[in-house]
């Protein structure tokens, strides 16, 4: 090890791993690895053990063609909730069993939310600019970190969708699965209508005007970047709403990404809150 570098494991310089218990590889892990009985742990064991919760972090799933949810990184498991709430009476658990459950279960049911805040979820997202405003709308409990327009030249890529919908009949908003009859003319349009405005984009660009200014003639469906960091909990709210059938069908598919990432990390605080949010 580099007299400069910090160990991977223990994020120590010298590493310590060998000469520490079980407490700094649940700190690492959340809590999430089996109890350790033994007086000290050797670093390559450590490692091994720290490598299958390693593989969910950078998971990503494809959203809306050129989009994705990618989680960047993650604090805590079902257990870090039960010894937040458990914390009250002095107690601290090592290992999650059947009266954890119950007790994750009482506290959604009788809205005692706070244990559920002390675990976190850091995301890297890319959606088209109209799915993003839906995102903004999610405040509490969560940070969001945007791609600036300003800083940055905005690239030839944007969302066309894979069919148009009908407006829906009985409502202002919200459409029906059912296609417009001239869809694949519509499509094209669409198409050469994105094409066209990054053309004028650029060419803005080349004439000397600023980014800032420039960035006004793209359209909705152009893609942006953004982290979007935040509690459990605050992701399980978003994932209770954005999953509704009331919900546009865009950020419904966004809604189900974070779900199919979240949902093996928090199995049984997922459950609770989504049942009794």
Known sequence: MNENDCCSVCFKNP???????????NKITGGMLDYVNENTVSHEEAKKRLSKYDCKREQEITVLGNGFVRLIDYCGSDLSVVNAARVSMGKRKTVFDE??????????????????????????????????????????????????????????????????RKAADNVKQGSKDESVAEEFFLLGEMNHHYQESLNLYNDLIEAGVCREQARTILPQGMNTEFYMSGSFQAFAHF??????????????????????????LFPISLKALLEFD
């Open 239 to 264: 994932i209770k709403l954005r999953t509704d059938s009331h919900a546009q069908k865009e950020i419904r598919d966004y809604g189900f990404a974070f779900k199919q990432i979240v949902e093996p």
């Open 99 to 164: 009266s954890d459950e119950k007790l994750i279960m009482y506290l959604a049911k009788n809205k005692h939310t706070s244990p559920f805040r002390h675990a976190f979820l850091s995301f890297h997202v890319k959606c088209p600019l109209f799915v993003k405003g839906q995102f903004d709308k999610h405040q509490v409990g969560i940070s969001i970190n945007t791609i600036s327009g300003r800083y940055v030249q905005t690239a030839d890529d944007w969302y066309v969708p894979s069919f148009l």
């Open 15 to 25: 590493c310590v791993c060998v000469d520490r218990k079980e407490e700094i590889l």
